[in-house]
């Protein structure tokens, strides 16, 4: 048996070192990752997987921390995945794998789990894809994803989530004038946290009023995540059916919460709870894992096409010299990648031939 077949054992078995272990290779696309990944498929689709992102500030960590908490207090396990700035001098996530939620040190059926935000396009989302299947393998009941930031590498990294909460912090409209650039429209549920300081009723009025408009319709399409028509914000999906007796759409609810002293946490638990009930009963979630897998193909062809063409490159050369060809006037952009593809397109059209003959 060789030590990566030792090492899924021993992830399936239920040992955090190993699953620790995993994740590493994951991470750091080591030799063999993909063959791993590649058996965890087969023991996913238990887990629920939950993103946690909104404007820096909003109290993400300390929710996250009380969310994990209670779901420990009611007997299922919790995978965190943090998503941590950038090191500028390793790479690697500045607070690296921290155990930084105080109510739940020392319980390894909270499992922590940090990954930087290296900036390598599609990267990162790809990796904490994989990092989820890998808590999901292992048979966490409960996965989190929570985001530093705001910006659209957040955004493709939650979309690998169930059900998203958007955190607005309270009495600034101008912070949720900034996350309505793209943040809104994925958010299943939004919460208000640290409702008790002045201005929190006025968030949660703005954000009602911008809900009702449809400016925070969720994502239709390659999302993953629902379209909606939000009649009211606090009126919540009770398995209720519309006239043609078919399931009828999510309703974005408005949560309020102080995580520091764990109000409001059951409620928004009733919520995340509400929407997977919705996603099951309403067919999303099988097209959301539709989604999700055609994306990571999409990812995956990109990434293998694009080392294909970078030996192909090297074999010229490199590009350098093609380019100093181009300005030389011996050639031109388009027929260095027509040339470059050609191999590439002839494989393709005689596998399909092959298949046809077949």
Not at 86 to 97: K, N
């Amino acid at each position: 048996m060789s030590s990566d077949e030792e090492l899924l054992e021993a992830l399936l078995a239920g040992e955090h070192r190993a699953l620790a272990r995993v994740i590493s290779k994951i991470e750091n696309r080591s030799p063999g990752y993909r063959d791993l990944v590649s058996e965890l498929y087969a023991h996913t689709g238990e887990a629920d997987v939950i993103g946690i992102t909104g404007s820096p500030g909003a109290g993400k960590s300390t929710l996250v921390d009380k969310l994990a908490e209670t779901y420990r207090d009611r007997g299922e396990t919790v995978g965190v995945i943090a998503i941590d700035p950038s090191s500028p001098f390793t790479g690697g996530a500045v607070l690296g794998d921290r155990i930084r939620m105080a109510s739940t040190v020392g319980d390894m059926d909270v499992f922590v789990r940090s990954m930087s935000a290296r900036g390598t396009l599609g990267g990162l989302s790809t990796a904490t894809a994989d990092a989820v299947k890998a808590m999901d393998a292992f048979g966490k009941d409960k996965i989190i994803i929570e985001t530093v930031g705001a910006g659209q590498n957040e955004i493709d990294i939650v979309r690998t989530a169930d059900t998203v909460a958007v955190l607005v912090p309270p009495g600034s409209g101008d912070d949720i004038q900034t996350l309505k650039a793209g943040i809104l429209e994925i958010a299943d549920v939004f919460v208000v946290n640290k409702a008790d300081r002045p201005g929190s009723d006025r968030t949660v009025q703005e954000l009602r009023d911008m809900i009702q408009l449809g400016d925070g319709g969720g994502m239709s399409g390659g999302g993953g995540h629902h379209s909606q028509e939000v009649i009211d914000a606090h009126d919540d999906w009770d398995g209720e059916t519309d006239d043609k007796g078919e399931t009828a759409d999510w309703t974005t609810p408005i949560v309020e919460t102080v995580a520091t002293k764990s109000e409001g946490v059951d409620d928004l638990i009733a919520e995340f709870a509400n929407h997977r009930t919705y996603l099951v009963d309403s067919g999303e979630h099988a097209e959301q894992v539709r989604g999700r897998y055609a994306e990571e193909i999409r990812t995956l062809l990109r990434e293998d096409v694009h080392a294909l063409l970078e030996e192909r490159l090297a074999e010229r050369g490199g590009i350098d010299d093609l380019a100093e060809s181009v300005r030389a006037g011996e050639t031109d952009p388009y027929s260095i990648a027509g040339e470059l593809l050609d191999p590439v397109e002839d494989c393709l059209d005689e596998l399909e031939t092959t298949g046809k003959n077949e």
